[in-house]
Antibody, heavy 122, light 110 residues
Framework: QVQLVESGGGVVQPGRSLRLSCAAS????????MHWVRQAPGKGLEWVAV????????YYADSVKGRFTISRDNSKNTLYLQMSSLRAEDTAVFYC???????????????WGQGTTVTVSS | HSALTQPPSASGSPGQSVTISCTGS?????????VSWYQQHPGKAPTLMIF???KRPSGVPDRFSGSKSGNTASLTVSGLRAEDEADYYC??????????FGGGTKLTVL
């Protein structure tokens, strides 16, 4: 079945770095754009970044631009989010999500992982 | 890119219909037909309910419908059922390769 499994979350000190991974299965990973979306404790959803199906296009929310880097390895069916200069306000559950559209980014996510928790605290 | 505005709460009795609004601007909801809606039960990941304003993914009951007028999008849930109780989030493409979510609406089935 179609599945996304995130990993790599944990507790990290402010200013440090962390890399999240998202392993995809059950669909042709290389055909779809992929997103990262986060949810701070008790708060709503916040879109973080998106990468095109072939990795050639990457876009970020203003709140993470210059600090986070989205990437993918289509040979490993894996999506990544490299996070640096982490701040307390980055504390959240991070979800990876599959774009619903084949090819060009459609900005709707039809498959979500279970999420991985990132806590930024000293 | 400001968040879209949703009412914090909505409610209805089983069998009734309820509509949740999502207000943006002429730069996002009003300009693009890339409005989507997500359902999230406590402790769970979101689920796509509506995409491109009014399209339903396979498996989503036709009790769920979406529409848009000007800068405001709406999600209507007809024939309310207990399992519809959840948080609902709207989202829109906002131009400049950005996407924005609403603050979420907690739907209570009375």
């Amino acid at each position: 079945q179609v599945q996304l499994v995130e990993s790599g979350g944990g507790v990290v000190q402010p200013g440090r770095s962390l890399r999240l991974s998202c392993a995809a299965s059950g669909f042709t990973f290389s055909s779809y754009g992929m997103h990262w979306v986060r949810q701070a404790p008790g708060k709503g959803l916040e879109w973080v970044a998106v990468i095109s199906y072939d990795g050639s296009k990457k876009y970020y929310a203003d709140s993470v631009k210059g600090r986070f880097t989205i990437s993918r390895d289509n040979s490993k069916n894996t999506l990544y989010l490299q996070m640096s200069s982490l701040r307390a306000e980055d504390t959240a559950v991070f979800y990876c999500a599959k774009d619903h559209a084949v090819g060009p980014i459609g900005y709707a996510m039809d498959v979500w992982g279970q999420g991985t928790t990132v806590t930024v605290s000293s | 890119h400001s968040a879209l505005t949703q009412p914090p709460s909505a409610s209805g009795s089983p069998g009734q219909s309820v509509t949740i609004s999502c207000t943006g601007s002429s730069s996002d909801v009003g300009r693009y037909n890339y409005v989507s809606w997500y359902q999230q039960h406590p402790g769970k990941a979101p689920t796509l309910m509506i995409f491109e304003v009014s399209k339903r993914p396979s498996g989503v009951p036709d009790r769920f419908s979406g529409s848009k007028s000007g800068n405001t999008a709406s999600l209507t849930v007809s024939g309310l059922r207990a399992e519809d109780e959840a948080d609902y989030y709207c989202s829109s493409y906002a131009g400049g390769n950005n996407q924005v979510f609403g603050g979420g609406t907690k739907l209570t089935v009375l």
